[in-house]
């Protein structure tokens, strides 16, 4: 039978066994060895669940998919639908027009002058995670960025309104509900056997908890009257376009959830990346000590952690060989084709962010840290998208790229990072991480 649809290249037989079976437990491996295979783009039809899949790492197709013709697509509903049962309807599971109003509504919060208020926040934090390293110069940098980025979101959410038993205790179902929830979308069958011995039900009263938590939070700070200029104050006084209506208790509570889990979850794993390479790189720590002393006073001022420099290229770089966000997902609403492709309605889209960075279509010497790369003026036209693209961009770019150009800064500026480790172990579960980053802190001689 001839399909009615042109398909690039099939994965199948043996190797489509291997994917299947291989893909599961080593993604990186399996998709990265399937374009080698068969190119920039393939196709694979999954045996079980009969549903078709295109792989890409072409940018042409990707910017088809995620700009030009985005309104064909939604986030599949492995992820939005998986993870929604957890975490409600916020702007990580929503679709369609009910997602586009909320981003409306929260995207003024997240402007580079809003971000800029937080600075001070932000440097409390760190400041007081970097006091430990007197006392403990042996550490795990892997397991200390996830504590100091999720602190750093729940006070530049919640300022003071936490306590620190609280935020443990958020963290802690928020960790126990990722896992599970990878789980699910990484292995759709094996869902039935998690329902079957009660596991999805305890996460999602786990998931009801830290909902409970966070109302309780919202409830003191309505009934303080205070105003405290953070992310919270934000989104209570946001208002909707078309009926000037606030968002609801239960959207602003899935709203603040999701922005946790985002908000901590891509940046601690972006540090442990950035903060490896550094450590094999001696002539980038060199360059980047320099600059943090030229900067003198300025260092940590918003308008100088916010402009480009060599921190904020190391940082990119970083993120271009170890994305966070090393896949996106779109489901196709109706047929659709591009180019000498097509492909039907429901057909799933991986856009492989990792292949792209490292294509050496567009990338030469793909597999080398080279922050300067970054210095091109053509930069922005870059086959580069570790925070996504088009109207789906990742809200939370400029806090994000602000909060690692302060952390990278303030540890420099005091210390130096020997990493015990000559290479880093890497888990794509629903973001990239590493297991472990550990080494030494050395205290800085002036």
């Given at each position: 039978?001839?399909?009615?649809?042109?398909?690039?290249?099939e994965?199948?037989?043996?190797?489509?066994?291997?994917?299947?079976?291989?893909g599961?437990?080593?993604?990186?491996?399996?998709?990265?060895?399937?374009?080698?295979?068969?190119?920039?783009?393939?196709?694979?039809?999954?045996?079980?669940?009969?549903?078709?899949?295109?792989?890409?790492?072409?940018?042409?197709?990707?910017?088809?998919?995620?700009?030009?013709?985005?309104?064909?697509?939604?986030?599949?509903?492995?992820?939005?639908?998986?993870?929604?049962?957890?975490?409600?309807?916020?702007?990580?599971?929503?679709?369609?027009?009910?997602?586009?109003?909320?981003?409306?509504?929260?995207?003024?919060?997240?402007?580079?002058v809003?971000?800029?208020?937080?600075?001070?926040?932000?440097?409390?934090?760190?400041?007081?995670a970097?006091?430990?390293?007197?006392?403990?110069?042996?550490?795990?940098?892997?397991?200390?960025?996830h504590?100091?980025?999720?602190?750093?979101?729940?006070?530049?959410?919640?300022s003071?309104?936490?306590?620190?038993?609280?935020?443990?205790?958020?963290?802690?179902?928020?960790?126990?509900?990722?896992?599970?929830?990878?789980?699910?979308v990484?292995?759709?069958?094996?869902?039935?056997?998690?329902?079957?011995?009660?596991?999805?039900?305890?996460?999602?009263?786990?998931?009801?908890?830290?909902?409970?938590?966070?109302?309780?939070?919202?409830?003191?700070?309505?009934?303080?009257?205070?105003?405290?200029?953070?992310?919270?104050?934000?989104?209570?006084?946001?208002?909707?376009?078309?009926?000037?209506?606030?968002?609801?208790?239960?959207?602003?509570?899935?709203?603040?959830?999701?922005?946790?889990?985002?908000g901590?979850?891509?940046?601690?794993?972006?540090?442990?990346?950035?903060?490896?390479?550094?450590?094999?790189?001696?002539?980038?720590e060199?360059?980047?000590?320099?600059?943090?002393?030229?900067?003198?006073?300025?260092v940590?001022?918003?308008?100088?952690?916010?402009?480009?420099?060599?921190?904020?290229?190391?940082?990119k770089?970083a993120?271009?060989?170890?994305?966070?966000?090393?896949?996106?997902?779109?489901?196709?609403?109706?047929?659709?084709?591009?180019?000498?492709?097509?492909?039907?309605?429901h057909?799933?889209?991986?856009?492989?962010?990792?292949?792209?960075?490292?294509?050496?279509?567009?990338?030469?010497?793909p597999?080398?840290?080279?922050?300067?790369?970054?210095?091109?003026?053509?930069?922005?036209?870059?086959?580069?998208?570790?925070?996504?693209?088009?109207?789906?961009?990742?809200?939370?770019?400029?806090?994000?790229?602000?909060?690692?150009?302060l952390?990278?800064?303030?540890?420099?500026?005091?210390?130096?990072?020997?990493?015990?480790?000559?290479?880093?172990?890497?888990?794509?579960l629903?973001?990239?991480?590493?297991?472990?980053?550990?080494?030494?802190i050395?205290?800085?001689?002036?």
């Open positions: 039978m001839i399909s009615a649809f042109n398909y690039p290249t994965i199948k037989g043996k190797r489509k066994l291997y994917s299947l079976l291989k599961v437990k080593n993604p990186l491996e399996v998709i990265s060895g399937n374009h080698e295979i068969a190119g920039d783009n393939y196709y694979i039809k999954a045996t079980l669940t009969n549903k078709n899949f295109i792989f890409s790492q072409d940018k042409e197709f990707i910017e088809y998919i995620l700009k030009q013709n985005h309104k064909n697509y939604f986030k599949s509903e492995i992820q939005s639908f998986t993870l929604g049962k957890y975490l409600g309807n916020g702007l990580l599971t929503n679709n369609g027009k009910d997602w586009l109003k909320q981003r409306r509504l929260i995207q003024p919060g997240f402007s580079k809003k971000i800029a208020n937080l600075v001070s926040i932000m440097e409390e934090e760190i400041d007081a970097f006091q430990s390293f007197d006392k403990e110069p042996e550490v795990d940098l892997n397991v200390f960025f504590t100091l980025a999720f602190n750093i979101v729940a006070k530049t959410l919640f003071s309104d936490i306590d620190e038993n609280k935020v443990k205790e958020l963290g802690k179902i928020i960790t126990e509900v990722q896992e599970v929830f990878a789980k699910e990484r292995l759709p069958f094996y869902s039935q056997i998690l329902k079957i011995f009660g596991v999805i039900d305890k996460t999602i009263k786990k998931s009801k908890k830290s909902k409970a938590i966070i109302q309780s939070v919202l409830d003191k700070r309505r009934s303080s009257g205070e105003e405290k200029n953070d992310l919270l104050d934000m989104l209570i006084q946001a208002r909707y376009e078309d009926t000037q209506l606030p968002m609801s208790d239960e959207q602003l509570i899935d709203e603040m959830l999701i922005l946790f889990i985002a901590h979850e891509t940046t601690a794993n972006a540090l442990s990346f950035i903060f490896f390479e550094i450590s094999q790189h001696p002539e980038v060199r360059k980047l000590k320099k600059e943090i002393l030229e900067e003198g006073e300025r940590f001022t918003p308008e100088s952690l916010m402009k480009k420099s060599f921190t904020s290229n190391v940082i770089e993120m271009r060989l170890h994305p966070p966000a090393w896949a996106i997902d779109r489901q196709a609403l109706e047929n659709d084709s591009f180019q000498e492709y097509s492909w039907p309605k057909t799933l889209i991986i856009l492989y962010i990792t292949g792209l960075h490292r294509n050496p279509r567009y990338w030469n010497d597999n080398s840290f080279i922050p300067e790369r970054f210095d091109d003026e053509n930069a922005k036209n870059f086959a580069y998208y570790p925070f996504g693209a088009g109207p789906r961009l990742c809200i939370g770019e400029h806090f994000a790229m602000m909060e690692m150009v952390i990278v800064r303030k540890f420099y500026k005091s210390f130096r990072f020997m990493s015990y480790q000559k290479e880093l172990e890497k888990k794509a629903v973001t990239l991480r590493t297991t472990s980053l550990k080494g030494k050395i205290k800085n001689l002036t």
